[in-house]
């Protein structure tokens, strides 16, 4: 069963950057469409940004420029190079495979947390 493993969150002050990665075990990695998520305290998980197999991106409006989903096929790696930080970015982030029909592909990973200072 594939594992998702994410990394490098931490604190960071507002305007900073992060660069997020998540490794995912198993050998199906470039067939799948990836994606990063983030949930905050006392809020729903929300959509963050997507990548295609084929390097389609797909950004939820309030990234604004400021995040950039990347991937490494024979790494079986999903980055996420986060700029321009504000505090409302602080969050644990997750990486998944969504589902064309809804849902995700994988156990969901233990995250990373990004917390931003102002």
């Known amino acids: 069963q594939v594992q998702l493993v994410e990394s490098g969150g931490g604190l960071v002050q507002a305007g900073g950057s992060l660069r997020l990665s998540c490794a995912a075990s198993?050998?199906?990695?470039?067939?799948?469409?990836m994606g990063w998520y983030r949930q905050a305290p006392g809020k729903q998980r929300e959509f963050v940004a997507t990548i295609t197999s084929g390097g389609t991106t797909n950004y939820a409006d309030f990234v604004e420029g400021r995040f950039t989903i990347s991937r490494v096929n024979f790494k079986n790696t999903v980055y996420l190079q986060m700029n321009s930080l504000k505090p409302e970015d602080a969050a644990a982030y997750f990486c998944?495979?969504?589902?064309?029909?809804?849902?995700?592909?994988?156990?969901w990973g233990q995250g990373t947390q990004v917390t931003v200072s102002s």
């Open positions: 198993g050998s199906m990695f470039s067939r799948y469409a």
């Open positions: 998944n495979a969504p589902r064309l029909g809804g849902g995700y592909a994988f156990p």
